[in-house]
């Protein structure tokens, strides 16, 4: 039996918002890589944030870990957009979260706060 919903071939329909923040990794490329380690409740569908933390073994790690108002701001966003990466790259440091399909792809408003909120940290190390 055939499958009538085929998976396509080629390219997939996933994007992914990238905001960059322009700074010379002076004190080392591992200083600035971080990423959110979520502490979720109850399944499926019904799974909630309790709790944020960062994961990474430089001061970046340390200072998102210490914003408090941070934290309680990503614990309000889905899983997807709670699962945020920094990294840096040539010149610069990445702030991205997961890929996402064409119909979910988007910046809310409140996401944006939050990837601005962990700029200025990347800005003040």
Request: hydrophobic share 40%.
């Amino acid at each position: 039996m055939q499958d009538p919903n085929p998976m396509p071939w080629g390219a997939l329909d996933r994007y992914q918002a990238h905001f960059i923040v322009r700074k010379e990794t002076d004190q080392g490329v591992a200083n600035y890589v971080a990423k959110t380690k979520l502490t979720t409740m109850g399944h499926f569908s019904s799974k909630t944030i309790v709790k944020v933390q960062w994961d990474g073994s430089g001061s970046l790690a340390r200072h998102l870990n210490d914003d408090v108002i941070l934290n309680e701001m990503i614990a309000k966003q889905s899983l997807n957009d709670a699962s945020i990466y920094v990294e840096p790259t040539d010149g610069a440091i990445r702030i991205r979260n997961k890929w996402k399909n064409h119909l979910d792809f988007g910046i809310t408003k409140d996401l944006f706060e939050i990837y601005d909120r962990i700029a200025g940290h990347i800005k003040k190390i």
